[in-house]
């Protein structure tokens, strides 16, 4: 049975830095990809990025491009997200799945992958 087991959250101010880490298992990171998600409140949880070992594929949204940063350790079977200099829109509980990218015009959206759970989701709030 797949598991996603997340850690890292927590709370900074404006201009930190914050990595989160979810374990997985059940299947292997090398063999998906792997992406992060947030919802903040009131809003709808949105992908927003994305990494592919199959062939080194990274995708990150705008909002965090330049900021964020998605890795995998293959040896942990463990996925990373990097996140600097975090702004209070940041603020939100992020998840990590398997996704498969679908990329459509140019554009590249997440699809959470059916066979793989959610993380229990970590809280990061950013103060101003």
């Known amino acids: 049975e797949a598991q996603l087991v997340q850690s890292g959250g927590g709370l900074v101010q404006a201009g930190g830095s914050l990595r989160l880490s979810c374990v997985v298992s059940g299947f292997s990171v090398d063999g998906e990809c792997m992406g992060w998600f947030r919802q903040a409140p009131g809003k709808e949880r949105e992908g927003i990025t994305a990494?592919?070992?199959?062939?080194?594929?990274?995708y990150y949204d705008d909002s965090v491009k330049g900021r964020f940063s998605i890795s995998t350790d293959v040896g942990k079977n463990t996925v990373y997200l990097q996140m600097n200099a975090l702004k209070p829109e940041d603020t939100a509980v992020y998840y990590c799945k398997a996704v498969q990218v679908v990329i459509q015009g140019g554009s590249w959206s997440l699809r959470p992958h059916g066979f793989s759970p959610w993380g229990q989701g970590t809280l990061v709030t950013v103060s101003s």
């Open positions: 990494i592919c070992a199959s062939d080194g594929s990274i």
